[in-house]
Nanobody, 115 residues
Framework: QVRLVESGGGLVQPGGSLRLSCAASGFTFSSAVMSWYRQAPGEEREWVAVMDSVGGTNYAGSVKGRFTISRDNAKNTVYLQMNNLKPEDTAKYYC?????????WGQGTQVTVSS
């Protein structure tokens, strides 16, 4: 079955960096469009970044120029490199894949940006 496991979250000071990972299994990773979302307490879950199977990417305006999505098909893993982090980036981060019309989510990894 489809499984997504995020890791790499933590506490970081403003201006710092983190790299999140999402290890995928149960589907053909190399052909999948992979997305990152985040959800802050009391807020709706919001889309952050997407990468298609041929390397095309797109980003939410709030993270463009600071975050980079990438993938390693040999490791079935998608990454989110986050630089110049701001307190408003504090949220739980999730990866998502849609297969045959069904959305699958990981359990999320918490990112807290605070001094």
């Amino acid at each position: 079955q489809v499984r997504l496991v995020e890791s790499g979250g933590g506490l970081v000071q403003p201006g710092g960096s983190l790299r999140l990972s999402c290890a995928a299994s149960g589907f053909t990773f190399s052909s999948a469009v992979m997305s990152w979302y985040r959800q802050a307490p009391g807020e709706e879950r919001e889309w952050v970044a997407v990468m298609d199977s041929v390397g095309g990417t797109n980003y939410a305006g709030s993270v463009k120029g600071r975050f980079t999505i990438s993938r390693d098909n040999a490791k079935n893993t998608v990454y989110l490199q986050m630089n110049n982090l701001k307190p408003e980036d504090t949220a739980k981060y999730y990866c998502k894949v849609v297969r045959r019309g069904v959305a699958y989510w990981g359990q999320g990894t918490q990112v807290t940006v605070s001094s």
